[in-house]
């Protein structure tokens, strides 16, 4: 028999279970990766649901740790990121930039490689948001657009994936006392 056990994550936390084998004992022990605590422990006839990645919180963190260089003028490819409170959704797409701004439309890519428009999602943005943010809606920064929200209280932001640098060092991790000290 499957038990499922309760695995609570909070919402504004990534976290990615991988298992950790202990050969002396015939059990699994499954531990979060990331920065929550949250760890459970699992019998062999028991199954775990983990939450999905979070795409959005994923694209930020890159563009954060890396960079991107300057997005040129032209019709250019980003990934675009529709987070809600519960989910989030990355499609990819493409928009022109020009004198170093966005210009709409926003068209994303079908499963067949065309591209419809941004409102062929049913997604359109909030006017009040709009007028409240003006001018600095297109803008872009770092490789990526402003937040942006829309009508149905969804937020969203371009990344322009193509502009991110790449060369940049990054820190090495180090690992566990245990996995060092072997």
Known sequence: MIAMLPFVASAQTDTTVKPKIDSTRKDTTYKTVSDTAAVAKLNVDTAVTAVPMNCYKQYVD?????????????MQLVVIAFKKKE????????????????????????????????TDL????????????????WTISN??????????????????????NKNKQ????APSPADLLK
């Open 62 to 74: 890159y563009f954060s740790e890396l960079g991107a260089k300057p997005v040129t003028d032209g």
């Open 87 to 118: 989910s989030c959704h990355c499609f990819m797409g493409r928009v022109e930039v020009s004198g170093g701004k966005i210009k709409a439309p926003l068209y994303v890519q079908t499963e067949g490689g065309e591209y419809k428009s941004f």
């Open 122 to 137: 049913g997604k359109k943005l909030d006017p009040d948001f709009v007028i409240t943010v003006g001018n600095d809606l």
């Open 143 to 164: 490789g990526m657009s402003v937040v942006f929200q829309t009508a149905d209280q969804e937020y969203g932001r371009l990344f322009f994936y193509k502009f991110l």
């Open 170 to 173: 990054m820190h090495k991790e």
